[in-house]
T-cell receptor
Framework: AQSVTQPDIHITVSEGASLELRCNYS??????LFWYVQSPGQGLQLLLK??????LVQGIKGFEAEFKRSQSSFNLRKPSVHWSDAAEYFC???????????????FGTGTQLKVEL | GAVVSQHPSWVICKSGTSVKIECRSL??????MFWYRQFPKQSLMLMAT?????????EQGVEKDKFLINHASLTLSTLTVTSAHPEDSSFYIC???????????FGPGTRLLVL
């Protein structure tokens, strides 16, 4: 069964500092990997996704993530954090075969990001 | 990205009543939609997978008679919480699978409070 681990429950960074949120997955085949962001009381917004190809993927809002198969990781990064980035971040994995119109996502427990001004 | 709406955004109801939540994909057709439940400061828990024109598939431990799901069209799925009780109070989020983009897009969520 697939699983996702986000080791950091809370992270605090200063505005303008760089950010890295960790994500480790467990899946036997090639995974589909996602990062979503959730603001308080809101649904989830897709930041970026990795299916295949270039292991460094660019997303919205200046975020990027790097897929490292050898480490089973898909860490999210941003070079300079803005106060508006404060939110909950979820890493998710789906099985590689996207059939039938949908695939189950398995979510990590999330990382709460706090940005200090 | 694709847009998914949910209605209502929040609802307060009395114990014993039923509540219907709608999930719509606004700019794409979704043969599959998902319903999640999220408790405060926790991750999303998948409740069921809703397939257009067929019965929903429920995750283990989710009562199908309690949480009725209907996916009558390619853009609409509904979740009905029947005979709601205070323990059903939660944040319910739907997602719709966009096959072209091979991605799930999420609705803004519905906060349910059962008194």
């Amino acid at each position: 069964a697939q699983s996702v681990t986000q080791p950091d429950i809370h992270i605090t960074v200063s505005e303008g500092a760089s950010l890295e949120l960790r994500c480790n997955y467990s899946y036997g085949a090639t995974p589909y990997l996602f990062w979503y962001v959730q603001s308080p009381g809101q649904g989830l917004q897709l930041l970026l996704k990795y299916f295949s190809g270039d292991t460094l993927v660019q997303g919205i809002k200046g975020f990027e993530a790097e897929f490292k198969r050898s480490q089973s990781s898909f860490n999210l990064r941003k070079p300079s954090v803005h106060w508006s980035d404060a939110a909950e971040y979820f890493c998710a994995v789906a099985s590689a075969l996207f059939t039938g119109g949908g695939n189950k996502l398995t979510f990590g427990t999330g990382t709460q990001l706090k940005v200090e001004l | 990205g694709a847009v998914v709406s949910q209605h209502p955004s929040w609802v307060i109801c009395k114990s014993g009543t039923s509540v219907k939540i709608e999930c719509r994909s606004l700019d794409f057709q979704a043969t599959t939609m998902f319903w999640y439940r999220q408790f405060p400061k926790q991750s999303l828990m998948l409740m069921a997978t809703s397939n257009e024109g067929s019965k929903a598939t429920y995750e283990q431990g989710v009562e199908k008679d309690k949480f009725l799901i209907n996916h009558a069209s390619l853009t609409l799925s509904t979740l009905t919480v029947t005979s709601a009780h205070p323990e059903d109070s939660s944040f319910y989020i739907c997602s719709a699978a966009d096959r072209k983009r091979e991605t799930q897009y999420f609705g803004p969520g519905t906060r349910l409070l059962v008194l």
